[in-house]
């Protein structure tokens, strides 16, 4: 691999866009300890300081901008409004006709949409941006922290929207830097900035653990992490890799003198076709009940039972809930993401048919049976792997920054693995071996 990789920089087209990719990594990195005007950076760092304090409550947002968002950076809000501007479209795309017209009209089509996806997301962020600001103001930020109060010292309006504008244009400048890596550099652009996120707090979540530890010094603590979290990239390595590969064999057509087609192929479907999006999609959801406490104030039953049993990760409750929602929304998003009849369709019209399974109607129908068979241990599969930081909690103590949270390692063997696939095929067509073997 370390072959492939010094192969890589000897290739200059390559090597250009590895180097301009860490080019924007640093930019992106530095963007996130720039704290916002009309922020007490002494009293933030002593709230994050204070040992024991720890907000799962924006504990998803922190983690995709690398800590950013309680540090009240520039980039606090991170890649987060971007990527749920990017899932709300794409569930509107099934709703509603006109974008589904959009989508099938190819890249001018898909223009369009990325144009309203970053309408979206100036939205989104101008409202996350508001909330994070009031939340400060409130002390809410920090729950437990003396000086949490007095991270906003000015409360003045003009403040207020200095903030808000300023974070919002930082998700803007996180968006243009992430296209640029696209359109520029290696990989998704948006992907490798989640990935360098979530990377970020590693070193320190892992260090946190030894310190705090009690079995020699830390370090049994610290080697039990260590070993879950290479079992769960190895786990997650191996079900993101597996497949079921649906057998397409395509007719032979005469043209004039000549045979074409009759060749063979085959429809890959994931175990995990719906990836991490249905334990973000879980995660958002059990934060509202939560939020809306936070913000009203309220001390009736009903707000006092949703803090007891929907605040903390460890509960019961919540972690029932937690797996049934990540179950369903892994088969809601299988749905809207795969169409047996269009696949059915196109393949009927190109003259390809599964051996022994009729074209058209009965294809649709055999395909959308084997999704189903294959998304049920894949929801499992995700549904566990999203628990295992609330095992963790519940097991040895550890803390909300676990660093080996299901949501993380996710991401991390997901974005590796597509960007590690695409420096492969750029090697393999200059006849280099490459990273896979």
Known sequence: MLTAFAQAFKTPDLRKKLLFTLGIIVLFRLGSHIPVPGVSYKNVQICVDQPGNSNGLFGLVNLFSGGALLQITIFALGIMPYITASIILQLLTVVIPKLENLKKEGQSGTAKITQYTRYLTVALAILQGTGLVATARSGALFQGCQVASQIVPDRSIFTTVVMVITMTAGTCVVMWLGELVTDRGIGNGMS???????????????????????????????????????????????????????????????????????????????????????????????????????????????????????????HPYYIAAYFLLIVFFAFFYVAISFNPEEVADNMKKYGGFIPG?????????????????ITWPGSLYLGLIALVPTMALAGFGANQNFPFGGTSILIIVGVGLETVKQIESQLQQRNYEGFLR
């Open 192 to 314: 490798i900035l989640m990935f360098i996120s979530i990377a970020a707090g590693f070193v320190s979540a892992l260090w946190g653990i030894k310190v705090q530890g009690k079995i020699a010094g830390g370090w049994v603590e610290f080697g039990v992490v260590i070993l879950v979290g290479l079992a769960m990239v190895a786990l997650v390595v191996f079900v993101e890799q597996a497949q079921r590969r649906i057998p397409v064999q395509y007719a032979k057509r005469m043209i004039g003198r000549r045979a074409y087609g009759g060749t063979s192929t085959y429809i890959p479907l994931k175990v995990n076709q719906a990836g991490v999006i249905p334990v973000i999609f879980a995660s958002s959801l059990l934060y509202i009940p939560a939020l809306i406490v936070q913000f009203s104030g309220s001390t009736a039953g009903w707000a006092t039972w949703i803090s007891k049993h929907f605040v903390k990760g460890d």
């Open 357 to 373: 399974i009729r074209a058209g109607r009965p294809t649709a129908e055999y395909l959308s049976y084997v999704l189903n068979r």
